[in-house]
């Protein structure tokens, strides 16, 4: 059997760091150790996200189709097992455990100020062992269906599925990650398992433990409890998107007071992925247009269009990507107008170096904060091993970053032909 | 980081409820090594101090302890209205302009109710110094900034400005509104209210919209002198800071207000005398049942530790029974969760079901209730209660933001203590305690809103 590589990465701002490790079984391990912090948080993910509903697996020779919302129904089931279930077994050592899908992955996480080793081992057990049986995927069906009519009534939730489901025209982001009720009916065990032993193989995983803790006590339970996988890589395989979107406007009525917005532009690239570069200029540009400090966030606070619920956010994944504005407002399609207005008036103008290093500051120290809650350590060190990105690395990207690149990306984002406006507001009565 | 919350989908139905928690009382301390000192700075005025090493935060609050009465709209304003301006930035885009500057510093206005008393806290967050590029002090400039925003507003002939009275009234009853929005607080706030009707804490915390609505700069103005003036004010300052600073600037704003405590007493009613029921519907899809209970309190720290156990074994945590009973094996909530506020000796049970259940729900709910009662618990569901409010009490010592947090929310009574005296005090809870616990229990109010929205599929 091979042996366990362990590197240290080290961040001299920090001054603090952590280990990656290559574990023999396959698993790519982190573990980010904090001694004066009470409490540990520990996070098991695989690279399995809501879009993931057409794939190729290296040892096949045809794509599978999955129904929409499978990865999420995964996740719930996972939690079951034959004799006592995952909430159960953490009740009596104490940790408070959870679990998320998102667009591009499913984790599994707890956190726990004592006990770390049982509960450690627990999380690594029921992640990898799998039960569920044709009666208990019926059951879930229903409680499922159940959450998806409660996202049906968040008018948040809403706003930005219809949003996507406007701007795409076949990429999977734009379904609700829980799926429809339609499309979870069609779900059986013999599929929860197929999809199981493809994404849950441990050179598609990613674990990382940060806090309370050492390497020694990570891996001693990692050394024990994970074997090695038969090596299986996935391939995602999505429909062709095209760069146009379907309409540029939706609504849809909810019981509301003040209506909800979601406003964005689609983007198109060539590589599926936006570099680190890419993502944080992004979010500068964003703080610049429309951030607390922009003069349109003055504008439209004083002439009464938005509240502090506006905020700005660059959504992107795996073959996705958009800039979003978002909100409440009497009047969305104005807001709308007038981030327009503002993005076309900064690009003739262009970003100043005043501006640029104003909020590069604001960046940077929002980078070092963040490196302060451990959840976020633990999922972030993850989501970067997913996107082949090293933790750290943000602080060299903030550092190095120009204003030529950032004015570059400013000039060539924001087509107005692919922007979007998405409202859910009270049903007018006639 | 590539990791972004708002689009998480959490597993499990209580997720929301149970850690969205603003329970004063549900954190608590580890093992970083921090000191907690308090001192009487003037009448009413206390000063706090949480030092500790290696935290790469700090943060200065200032919260203004009011009796919740008539007022409450326009004290709940001035928090908005400070933030937004003052004599030396004018506008917001200044202000968060300094806070950019400031490394991204965050300011952080809140408004609550615990017992009966409004508190309206604001605060400064910021990296340590030890991150600036040149070596400044980040965290003196923070403190130096809110103290500016809270005591040297922006006055237009000798009130605040018109314009920004209008505007953050509109926020005030936008922020009502979207309460009203969402369903969850909607119930909650309703069966509040009702539960409530012929006590003051039956107020909300932002006041109504109409008495928003009659708010202008003059009685805004003199609402903000009656908060200098009458309110129990705390400081505190967490991370590495230059208290003696703090300090010294603190006392040059505050010796030119001449102080006048007025404090207020929480009333406690231990028995309901009977249930009130009352039901709404909206065309909503989920259904949301809600109730509120008496718990026999004669005070916050009436057998609170025996109180607080019972209350997780019965709907606090996943192992609980309305999780594990009502929820996971009937099959009768989306989510189901019971939560004690302590500062009110009362306790709510939040729900969301299929409207036709109702009568199921409620039976189901109130069964667990009575089976507490008969001792049908284990010894491993004690532990593990026990166990789960040990973690969470624990781990507030991570950060100078929730250790703040900690100690602030116990400002009203100015007893501060620490999270292992309430963890000490839950290890010595026995089976005894928690039946006594729930026998005290009463049922006081239900409240149901209906939904009557089709529950199917809604895309077209």
């Known amino acids: 059997m091979s042996e366990n590589k362990i590197k240290y990465i080290e961040n001299n701002v920090l001054e603090e760091g952590y280990y990656s490790i290559e574990h023999k079984s396959g698993l790519q391990i982190f573990v980010y150790p904090k001694d004066d912090y009470a409490s540990t948080y520990a996070v098991f993910g695989t690279k399995y996200g809501s879009i993931d509903t057409r794939f190729k697996r290296s040892d096949r020779e045809n794509f599978t189709e999955i129904p929409a919302g499978t990865a999420h129904f995964l996740e719930h089931k996972l939690f079951e097992s034959e004799e006592l279930d995952a909430f159960q077994r953490y009740a009596k050592t104490g940790a408070s455990a959870n679990a998320y899908t998102s667009f591009d992955r499913t984790c599994y996480l707890f956190t726990c100020t004592g006990n770390f080793k ?76 197929a999809c199981y032993d493809t ?225 859910v507001c009270q049903k007018q009565d006639n | 980081m590539k990791f972004n919350k708002k689009l998480w989908k959490p597993l499990r139905r209580y997720g929301n409820i149970l850690f969205i928690d603003n329970n004063t009382e549900n954190i608590g301390c580890g093992k970083m090594k921090y000191n907690f000192n308090s001192e009487i700075h003037s009448q009413g005025v206390e000063l706090c101090n949480i030092t500790a090493q290696g935290f790469k935060s700090a943060c200065v609050t200032i919260s203004f302890v009011l009796p919740l009465d008539e007022n409450a709209a326009h004290y709940a304003l001035v928090p908005g209205m400070l933030t937004r301006s003052s004599e030396k930035y004018p506008d917001v885009t200044c202000i968060e302009r300094k806070l950019a500057l400031l490394y991204g510093a965050e300011l952080v206005a809140d408004i609550t109710k615990t017992g009966e008393n409004q508190i309206l806290k604001l605060g400064v967050s910021c990296i340590d110094d030890r991150f600036a590029f040149d070596g400044e002090s980040i965290t003196a400039e923070c403190s130096e900034l809110l103290f500016e925003l809270v005591f040297r507003p922006l006055l237009v002939n000798g009130v605040f400005a018109q ?57 805004l103005y003199e609402a903000y002198k009656k908060i200098l003036s009458s309110a129990k004010i705390c400081v505190c300052v967490s991370g590495k800071t230059d208290y003696q600073a703090v300090k010294n600037t603190l006392a040059k704003y505050l010796g030119c207000i001449e102080r006048d405590l007025v404090m207020s007493e929480t009333l406690f009613v231990e028995r309901a005398e009977d249930v009130t029921y009352k039901k709404e519907c909206e065309p909503v899809k989920q259904g949301k049942l809600v109730m509120g209970f008496r718990m026999g309190m004669r005070d916050a720290d009436d057998n609170y530790a025996a109180r607080r156990v019972m209350v997780d074994i019965f709907g606090g945590s996943p ?61 491993s569901d004690i532990e593990a209660s026990v166990k789960a409010l040990e973690d969470s009490f624990k781990s507030v010592s991570d950060s100078p933001e929730t250790l703040d947090s900690w100690f602030m929310s116990q400002c009203v009574s100015g007893e501060y203590k620490y999270p292992e005296d309430f963890i000490d005090e839950f290890k010595k809870v026995t089976r005894a305690d928690i039946i006594r616990a729930a026998e005290d229990v009463t049922l006081d109010t239900i409240f149901m809103l209906e939904g009557t929205a089709e529950g199917g599929e809604t895309d077209e």
Not at chain 1, 161 to 171: E, G, I, S, T, W
Not at chain 1, 395 to 401: A, N, R, S, T
């Open chain 1, 118 to 193: 049982e509960n450690f081992e627990i999380l690594l057990d029921f992640v990898r062992h799998p039960y569920f049986t044709e009666e208990t995927v019926k059951k879930e069906q229903g409680i499922i269906g159940q959450e998806i009519d409660m996202y049906k009534d968040s008018p948040e939730w809403e706003c930005l599925f219809n949003l996507l489901d406007a701007m795409y025209v076949n990429h999977p982001v734009k379904i609700d990650i829980a799926g429809t009720k339609q499309s979870i009916s069609e779900i059986t065990a013999e599929m929860l398992f």
């Open chain 1, 199 to 423: 994404f849950y193989n441990l050179s598609n995983m990613a674990l990382a433990v940060s806090g309370n803790t050492t390497v020694e006590e990570v891996l001693g339970v990692a050394d024990r409890l994970l074997t090695k996988d038969e090596e299986v890589t996935v391939e995602r395989a999505f429909l062709d998107e095209p760069a146009e979107i379907v309409k540029d406007y939706v609504e849809e009525n909810l019981p509301v007071a003040t209506p909800v917005f979601a406003f964005g532009y689609k983007e198109s690239h060539d590589a599926p992925e936006r570099t680190l570069q890419e993502e944080i200029a992004m979010s500068l540009i964003l703080d610049i247009v429309a951030g607390q400090m922009s003069p349109l966030y003055k504008e439209l606070l004083d002439d009464g269009l938005v509240n502090n619920t506006f905020s700005t956010e660059y959504f992107h994944g795996y073959n996705y990507a958009a800039p979003l504005f978002s909100g409440e407002s009497v009047n969305p399609r104005e807001v709308a107008a007038r981030i327009k207005k503002a993005i076309g008036a900064l690009k003739d103008s262009l970003i100043t170096t005043e501006q640029f290093e104003t909020v590069r500051k604001k960046q940077y120290g929002k980078t070092v904060r963040a490196f302060s809650d451990v959840d976020t350590l633990a999922n972030g060190l993850v989501v970067s091993h997913f996107v082949n990105e090293e933790l750290f690395s943000e602080f060299e990207v903030i550092k190095d970053l120009d204003l030529d690149f950032v004015n570059n990306l400013l000039v060539r984002s924001f087509n107005e032909n692919t922007a979007v406006l998405s409202v």
């Open chain 2, 163 to 219: 314009k920004d009275v209008e505007s953050e009234k509109r926020l005030l009853c936008e922020r009502l509104a979207a309460e009203i929005s969402d369903k969850r607080v909607y119930a909650k706030n309703r069966c509040e209210e009702i539960m409530f009707s012929d006590e003051t804490y039956g107020i909300h915390r932002l006041g109504t919209q109409k008495d928003i609505e009659t708010i202008t700069p003059e009685s």
């Open chain 2, 319 to 379: 192992h609980s029974k309305l999780f594990t009973v009502v929820r996971e094996k009937m099959s009768l909530c989306y989510y189901c969760s019971a939560r004690l506020i302590r500062a009110k000796g009362v306790m709510f049970v939040q729900s969301g079901i299929e409207s036709y259940n109702e009568e199921k729900a409620t039976e189901a709910i109130l069964q667990q209730l009575e089976d507490i009662k008969k001792g049908n618990f284990t010894d």
